[in-house]
């Protein structure tokens, strides 16, 4: 699985930036300077098309930014773990749909009801 490495990105955008302000940094990527403070933070993953117009800024490559991982990811996981812990992270999720499909049927009843 393909994981988008924010630490990198907020790295480089903060290079790029440098000591200009983000007021002006913001007007030559054609976006808000919230926007760019947020990516910056790393509390805003940058869509497709800011991400390149941040490498065609910087002359990356929107791939340096994408790395294959999977040490995080449920099935590595259900791979490495014991018969008896699968069944349970199996039941977990299990139960966790159901809660969803009713949460779901609760909302669609309430909106029934409010009609």
Known sequence: MKTFDTKKFCKDLLSLRGEETQQNFAEKLKINRSTLS?????????????LNKVCNF????????FSESNSDALIYLMGT????????????MKRIRIKEKY???????ANVVNR
């Open 103 to 109: 949460e779901l049927l609760s909302r669609r009843s």
């Open 38 to 50: 947020l990516l910056e933070s790393g509390k805003q993953i940058p869509t497709l098309e800011m």
């Open 81 to 92: 773990l014991e018969e008896a812990d699968k069944e349970k992270i199996n039941l977990m």
């Open 58 to 65: 910087g002359h990356f490559q929107p791939s340096d930014y």
